[in-house]
């Protein structure tokens, strides 16, 4: 094994009349390496291609028996083996045409995206529960396509959840939970790769309720929440992923594909609980999940108006971000298969 890594310090650009060659012993390697190249098939008089050039080394033949491949990151041979012959040894490396990620890439796809966050922090004043708490951006690196844009960018929805569960608790949870949720997407972006991002189900609704919430101003919620919410606006996602990728269940990337999770989507929900036909007893708070059967269900945060005064809940789910990847990627490596996913320049 061992990598040829082909810099001017010691490879020669020679013109021949069939191709150009780079000629060079490299150190430490104890052979002569003779590189032809072919791009899209056929035999080229331009120089050698280097990396930042639009074409992307597809595979390499050699002679007299010897294996090698192509290294695209590192832009030189790797994997040598089989040498049996003296020197030269001598190679061809087939070179295609770059393609756009948007134009070969299909819904349903998997992808290879770290994002550059390890940690990320959310705050106590944020979810109301008694703690900070944290998520680990990093551990969600494998994505599936949901839609191609008209743009050229692509959104993607991470294979599994979260490791850890994030709780939400009572009315300043519940005032918080989209902004909150936001937030965390946030947290799994990589701007080498991606250009935006949001939480399964945003679709403009309210992020932060600043008022404080009482039963005068429930019926409207003065930011608009519970009409948006009644819009279904959360809708649109939870649509795309069912027709995408046919199924609402996911793992936790801690457990793999043991037992199905439940995680958070971004929608609020106010259900009253009615002590006769029309006069409510209290009215419930809600946030929606997807459970661990692959259903719509809710966890309470907070009552108003029962008898006995406020009372406080939390609820605790995974997490599961959306990302918006950018529309001039070009691809390297992959199938788009989950055991050899696509990977980025």
Aim: net charge negative.
């Amino acid at each position: 094994g061992g990598g040829i890594i082909l810099s001017k310090s010691y490879a020669l650009y020679e013109t021949k009349k069939e191709y150009n060659v780079i000629k060079g012993t490299v150190p430490g390697f104890g052979y002569d390496v003779k590189l032809s190249f072919t791009i899209d098939n056929q035999e080229s008089k331009d120089n050698f291609p280097n990396k930042e050039s639009e074409y992307v080394g597809k595979s390499v033949s050699c002679k007299n028996g010897v294996k090698a491949e192509w290294d695209n990151i590192s832009w030189s041979l790797k994997n040598i083996s089989n040498i049996t012959t003296s020197n030269p040894i001598k190679c061809t490396v087939d070179f295609k045409t770059k393609e756009t990620f948007s134009e070969k890439v299909k819904i349903g796809d998997y992808v290879k995206m770290t994002p550059v966050s390890s940690t990320f922090t959310i705050k106590k004043e944020l979810t109301g529960y008694e703690n900070d708490q944290e998520i680990k951006p990093q551990e969600l690196d494998l994505w599936r396509v949901l839609k191609i844009n008209e743009d050229g960018t692509i959104d993607m929805i991470s294979e599994y959840t979260s490791s850890n569960k994030i709780t939400f608790k009572g009315e300043t949870g519940y005032k918080n939970y989209i902004g909150a949720l936001n937030d965390m997407a946030s947290a799994y972006t990589n701007s080498k790769y991606t250009v935006g991002s949001r939480y399964p189900g945003y679709n403009g609704q309210t992020e932060f309720i600043t008022e404080t919430l009482s039963l005068e101003n429930l019926d409207i919620e003065a930011s608009g929440t519970v009409k948006e919410d009644n819009t279904g606006l959360h809708m649109n996602d939870l649509n795309l992923i069912q027709s995408m990728l046919h199924t609402w269940l996911a793992y936790s990337v801690g457990q793999q594909d043991d037992v199905p999770v439940g995680y958070w989507f971004s929608g609020r929900r106010i259900m009253s609980s009615y002590k006769h036909d029309y006069d409510f007893d209290e009215l419930f708070l809600i946030l929606k999940v997807w459970d661990s059967n692959g259903n719509i269900n809710h966890d309470s945060l907070y009552g108003i108006g029962g008898k006995d005064g406020p009372k406080v809940f939390a609820g605790s789910n995974y997490v599961r971000p959306i990302v918006t990847l950018k529309s001039n990627l070009t691809s390297i490596e992959g199938d788009g298969k989950k055991e050899k996913p696509w990977k980025f320049e």
